[in-house]
């Protein structure tokens, strides 16, 4: 049986460099590289010693020694090279967010299935050991039923509309960027989809959302308050709120600890699993175990359709379309 990937890498910037160094760390050595600009993909092969460099993207997906292709470029990129790696048989695991909108998330795994290949986002919180063991912790009961959720995340970016987190050409804004993972840790936890969405928003000069406020509930009657901003500080902390206690977590994208309150006794105590420094390394390993062992629940990928499912339905609402999409 085989034993590993062979990895080719789309996209040049900080987070393809962080999946090569993670792959050559791992013993695995990326196979390939591309980009739009093939000028970066060249010095991205030469920084991480990786053979083989396409002059046109459309290589890759052709290339019958490619078993996987990890996409890092702009994610208002990622459903054309999804649609064209996925048609061609290659194994998929995508940055976040993985597509802009249901539709096109919608046709992926349309395509993943059909051509019998495993489509993934690289969500580090599906795949963090803390989450592993805090789920387990709550679905065995200790704390009660989860009631309550809060999320946060805030950063305080300079105004410049023609960069990525404010362009709309880009696909820019808070909800795809950052809002994402608060989302995907609100669904971890909540034992089923929200059915109700309530949601306040402030848009940037350039039309995207800098700014939003959403209120989550299902037919559990859980809630989960997130709150986001690209011009504000705030910490990236979520707080799982249950009926014996509770859980705070910081830094919680990349989390390998949590604290735990007794709510009758006050008493605090410390989860620890994994590394924050190892995040990719567990998506890779999540990723393997799909493809080469067929456990590919690992990935879920339901839960990166629901968030998406609450992401788009949130833009509709916002009246927030990015140039030539089809919501």
């Not at 808070?174 to 995907?184: C, E, N």
């Not at 940037?204 to 939003?212: K, L, T």
């Amino acid at each position: 049986m085989q034993e590993y990937l062979r990895w080719a890498i789309l996209g040049a910037g900080a987070i393809a460099d962080e999946m090569a160094r993670t792959l050559r760390a791992m013993g695995r050595y990326p196979y390939a590289v591309a980009s739009r600009t093939h000028g970066n993909a060249v010095r991205f092969a030469e920084t991480h010693r990786i053979p083989k460099v396409y002059s046109r993207i459309e290589e890759m997906f052709a290339d019958p020694a490619v078993d996987a292709v990890y996409i890092a470029s702009p994610h208002n990129t990622h459903a054309a090279y999804l649609r064209a790696a996925l048609q061609s048989g290659k194994h998929v695991l995508c940055e976040k967010s993985v597509t802009l909108n249901s539709r096109e998330l919608a046709e992926a795994m349309a395509l993943a299935a059909e051509n019998r290949v495993v489509l993934a986002e690289a969500m580090t919180i599906w795949h963090m050991p803390l989450y592993q063991k805090l789920g387990d912790l709550v679905q065995g009961g200790a704390l009660g039923r989860v009631r309550m959720l809060q999320v946060s995340f805030g950063c305080w970016k300079e105004y410049n509309m023609q960069n990525r987190f404010f362009n709309p050409e880009l696909a820019g804004g808070a909800l795809l960027d950052i809002g994402v993972y608060a989302l995907s840790l609100a669904r971890l936890f909540l034992s089923s989809q929200p059915d109700r969405v309530q949601s306040q928003v402030r848009l940037a000069p350039s039309g995207v959302d800098e700014q939003a406020a959403v209120l989550l509930s299902n037919r559990e009657g859980e809630m989960a308050a997130i709150s986001l901003s690209l011009h504000a500080r705030q910490p990236k902390r979520a707080v799982i709120s249950c009926e014996k206690g509770y859980i705070e977590i910081t830094d919680f994208p990349r989390a390998d600890a949590a604290v735990i309150v007794d709510a009758a006794t006050g008493e605090r105590r410390q989860v620890t699993a994994g590394k924050t420094a190892d995040a990719l390394r567990y998506e890779l390993l999540h990723m393997e175990r799909a493809v080469l062992h067929g456990e590919t629940e690992a990935m879920r990928l339901g839960l990166t359709a629901d968030v998406m499912s609450l992401m788009t339905g949130l833009r509709s609402e916002w009246g927030l379309r990015y140039p030539g999409e089809d919501l």
